[in-house]
């Protein structure tokens, strides 16, 4: 249900010029430069050209596209659809099959076509409503694309809007359009029934049907329902062809180059466009196979190489790999394993390949050197953009850290303090990782709640990937079903161990942080135990039991508790951070959106309350139309200023 975001468009904040050991917040927040972002990064698929999106200079959160001839050592041109000193929300490449052209979005109701060699800009579209997942017709003559009239679209992600009215009385499903001749400007077509959400699809080889994941509105709580369709373009039949069990999410369907199969990542997920599982395919007259089963890591995204060869990116042991599946006799092959997790599918992709499948494009960064655009052959790629030359970052190393905890091998990151010292103790933040579906991978600081820059302030930063998380195969991401807070805190627990017997941690200066899942952990961390001496929750949850009335997406809740809060409500109570309240002594700073739909602020109010009530330091902050990610670049960095200095505060 949660993942801490990261906002590649927006405000990348994480450029720390040379400080002192003694530096303040101030200093560190004078300092911030800009690094610019990427994403959405797509090559050709003839591996000619690459582009990408680029944050705007202006912090403005708007966006550029930039296009790069890979054959020409000449600079990337930047498409816009206005004038080239005009700064707009422009993102979402797609390639025309034959490579000539590529379409992208300005905001998300504007599709445009550009010509890669004139640089020719076209208005396809210009629609009243939300508009996502742009999809050229395999012979290159039409387009699809999803389309929720007159509102909706943006994911649980975004802020609600005010719940005033008859709630839930309208439903603004996505639909897929077609275009069916793009040279004769024809007007789009729905061709899926109104009344089911479609969340995902993909043509047929042949254009004549789509496989597309769908159900019943409203769109962001029922993806966690979602089953797999069969959609005829002509006749509009659609054809439910497999139901997932509760506990298995699916994502990303993609039909086979002969048509015989369609595949799709199923797992246990917590957020709509987050993915991590096993690899299925589904053909029609055998079924659903999972193709890669027990495997110790969780596949995020998948590319058809031939008819029986599935390239996918993994998440894996805290970082990434690429892997070469045939599903014709299982036999699998690791051609890249990499610190930095890399994606094709999922709400951020930073990679791309092209129909070769060796091609690729991708947006490395780790935590010694800022995000560019890289391109070449899987694991062969040389920079393709300068775009941050001269960043270097200002804390220490990263050190990837495993330990036992009840007979599971656990992983996380624990990033060092800027000019360390070996000689003395450091205070230490633990940052826990939104989801619980999720990881934390490597990655140059990107998100306004990414706390690895505590490391310019001296302080040591962990990162643990406790049960529930994703790297460690099904087993391990289900470990955390119906015991929220037990089995994950005693692998944070166990972490520390770890790491206190490898750096010289203070145990007398230790904080805990996260946002969404990661902020419940922190509340639910502090009435546990003493051993944390400052937190900050963002977004958390105080009470499942509220919660599950309040918040916008209550099914993803089923799946890992068992049942409703109506069924069931003993297993809801025993994870509540409310139910031992009294046993909170941590002075705790609580942070959340005015208008979050998946962490709601009540949760956050009641909690704050409690503290108050108890005697406990505490403060509350709501950023007035904010959602569960923050969009406003001043919140994002007052966010950042305010959890800095609670723990400086308390652990200094």
Same mark, same amino acid.
């Given at each position: ?316 042991? /805290?970082? =990434?790999?690429? +892997?070469?599946?045939?599903? &014709?006799? !299982? #036999? ?6 990499? $610190?930095? @997790? ?113 490391? /310019?302030? =001296?302080?040591? +930063?962990?990162?643990?990937? &406790?049960? !529930? #998380? ?6 391990? $991401?289900? @470990? ?173």
């Amino acid at each position: 249900m949660f993942r801490i975001f990261l906002l590649v468009t927006a405000l990348a904040i994480g450029q720390l010029q040379v400080l002192s050991q003694t530096a303040t917040i101030d200093q560190v927040l004078s300092e911030l430069e800009s690094v610019r972002s990427f994403s959405g990064v797509s090559i050709s698929p003839d591996g000619h050209w690459l582009a990408w999106v680029e944050s705007a200079a202006d912090h403005s959160g708007n966006s550029n596209i930039y296009l790069l001839d890979r054959t020409d050592a000449a600079k990337p041109i930047r498409i816009t659809a206005g004038s080239a000193e005009s700064e707009r929300h422009e993102h979402s490449v797609v390639w025309s099959p034959d490579s000539r052209q590529f379409t992208f979005m300005v905001d998300r109701n504007q599709i445009f076509m550009a010509d890669a060699r004139s640089r020719k800009v076209t208005l396809l579209t210009e629609l009243k409503g939300y508009v996502t997942d742009v999809r050229w017709r395999p012979d290159g003559t039409g387009l699809a694309y999803l389309f929720a009239a007159n509102g909706g679209g943006g994911g649980p992600l975004e802020a609600v809007p005010a719940q005033v009215g008859v709630i839930g009385a309208e439903l603004h499903n996505q639909r897929i359009m077609v275009i069916n001749s793009i040279a004769q400007n024809s007007a789009a077509v729905a061709i899926s029934p109104a009344e089911l959400n479609v969340y995902e699809y993909d043509w047929s080889p042949n254009g004549e049907r789509f496989a597309a994941i769908a159900a019943p509105g409203p769109a962001d709580n029922n993806w966690w329902t979602a089953k797999l369709f069969t959609l005829d373009v002509r006749s509009k039949e659609m054809k439910q062809v497999y139901a997932p069990p509760v506990d298995r999410q699916i994502a990303v369907p993609r039909w086979s180059p002969d048509g015989k199969n369609i595949a799709f990542i199923g797992g246990l997920m917590s957020d709509e466009g987050f993915l991590g599982g096993d690899l299925f395919t589904f053909t029609e007259d055998g079924g659903v196979t999972d193709v890669t089963p027990g495997i110790k890591a969780s596949a995020t995204g998948l590319f058809w190489r031939s008819n029986h060869d599935i390239l996918y990116t993994e998440d894996v042991d /805290g970082g =990434g790999g690429i +892997v070469s599946l045939n599903i &014709a006799t !299982g #036999s699998s092959e690791l051609i890249w394993k990499g $610190t930095e @997790a890399l994606h094709q599918d999922g709400n951020y992709p930073n990679f791309s390949l092209s129909s070769d499948g060796v091609t690729s494009a991708a947006i490395r960064s780790t935590w010694a050197s800022a995000p560019e655009i890289w391109t070449g052959k899987i694991g062969d790629w040389k920079r393709a953009t300068n775009a941050n030359a001269g960043q270097r970052p200002h804390w220490g190393k990263a050190e990837s850290v495993t330990w036992q905890s009840e007979g599971s091998r656990v992983q996380g990151w624990l990033l060092y303090p800027e000019n360390f010292d070996g000689s003395k103790k450091y205070p230490m933040v633990v940052a826990i990782h939104g989801g619980p579906a999720g990881m934390r991978g490597v990655g140059w600081p990107s998100s306004h709640f990414d706390l690895s820059v505590m490391a /310019g302030l =001296g302080y040591f +930063v962990f990162f643990p990937n &406790a049960r !529930g #998380s994703y790297g460690e195969g099904e087993d391990f $991401t289900k @470990a955390n079903v119906k015991d929220f807070g037990g089995g994950d805190l005693r692998d944070i627990l166990a972490g520390l161990d770890a790491v206190a017997k490898i750096a010289p941690i203070d145990e007398h200066r230790i904080g805990v942080t996260g946002w969404s899942y990661g902020g419940y952990m922190t509340m639910w961390t502090v009435t546990q135990t003493q051993r944390f001496r400052a937190a900050v929750a963002g977004a958390g949850i105080a009470n499942w039991q509220s919660y599950y009335g309040q918040n916008s997406i209550d099914e993803w809740m089923v799946p890992y508790f068992g049942a409703s809060v109506y069924d069931d409500p003993a297993v809801y109570a025993k994870s509540s951070p409310i139910t031992f309240i009294k046993q909170v002594k941590t002075p705790t700073l609580v942070i959340v959106g005015e208008r979050d739909g998946e962490c709601p602020a009540p949760q956050s109010f009641e909690f704050w309350h409690a503290l108050k009530n108890v005697g406990v330091p505490t403060q509350l902050v709501v950023y007035p139309g904010e959602g569960h990610s923050f969009h406003d670049a001043k919140d994002r960095v007052d966010v950042l200023r305010r959890s800095l200095a609670w723990f400086e505060q308390y652990l200094k």
